[in-house]
């Protein structure tokens, strides 16, 4: 039997909050008629929507094209800004990657812009544990829809997605697979799931769930 692991990545396998902020607040610098300058806290609020979802939140008297358009410069350049300025990787990632491996496949489906998780993977040096990814921003498709896609396309027999806030449970909920909740992430879900403190916690308990 294949099972793989999807992981959530923001809030769940990395804090790259601060970062993302400083980099877009460099693009909201460049118009005038911007006056917004993200907090950490303000950003982590939006982290998991979509990315017009977010352009609608954070610009809303800006006209609905040019928001996005504006956005979009924004994600370019956060895709180059990462990538000398890395996020905080949670403790023990490679690691747990590496065990989970061993019995597994890893994967990453993020309600991102397309190039933010190839920067992820560049910067921390875990490409070779991942085996497939997938966000929005490639497909134009909703978090669900990219499980899904995830999953038929590596020809999985059972998977499990770990996230930490109530979009991921829900998206994973309409995919039809068994969500684990990262605690110690950015969120709270409205659902009865298992969960962990810790990444370190998620081997053994993968293992639990597979042999039930």
């Known amino acids: 039997m294949k099972t793989g692991i999807i992981f959530d990545l923001d809030g769940t396998l990395w804090n790259a909050t601060k970062q993302i902020a400083e980099s877009w607040n460099v693009v909201f610098e460049r118009y005038d008629d911007i006056d917004l300058r993200l907090t950490t806290k303000e950003l982590e609020q939006q982290m998991g929507k979509l990315m017009e979802t977010i352009a609608d939140n954070l610009l809303p008297n800006i006209p609905v094209e040019r928001r996005y358009k504006i956005l979009q ?8 800004y990462l990538l000398t300025h890395s996020g905080v990787l949670y403790p023990d990632i490679k690691d747990i990657f590496k065990k989970l491996n061993e019995k597994y496949s890893v994967y990453i489906v993020s309600n991102c812009q397309a190039g933010y998780i190839e920067a992820f993977l560049k910067v921390t040096d875990l490409g070779e544990y991942v085996t497939d990814f997938e966000n929005p921003g490639r497909t134009g498709k909703p978090k669900a829809d990219n499980i899904r896609l995830v999953i038929e396309r590596n020809n999985l ?45 998620l081997p ?7 042999e039930k």
């Open 204 to 210: 053994d308990l993968i293992d639990k769930l597979v």
């Open 157 to 201: 027999d059972k998977a499990f997605y770990v996230g930490d806030t109530q979009g991921d449970y829900d998206a994973t909920m309409a995919a039809g697979i068994p969500f684990i909740f990262a605690a110690y992430g950015f969120g709270n879900i409205d659902g009865d799931e298992e969960e962990i403190q810790g990444l370190n916690e």
């Open 73 to 80: 410069e924004c994600c370019e350049y956060e895709n180059e």
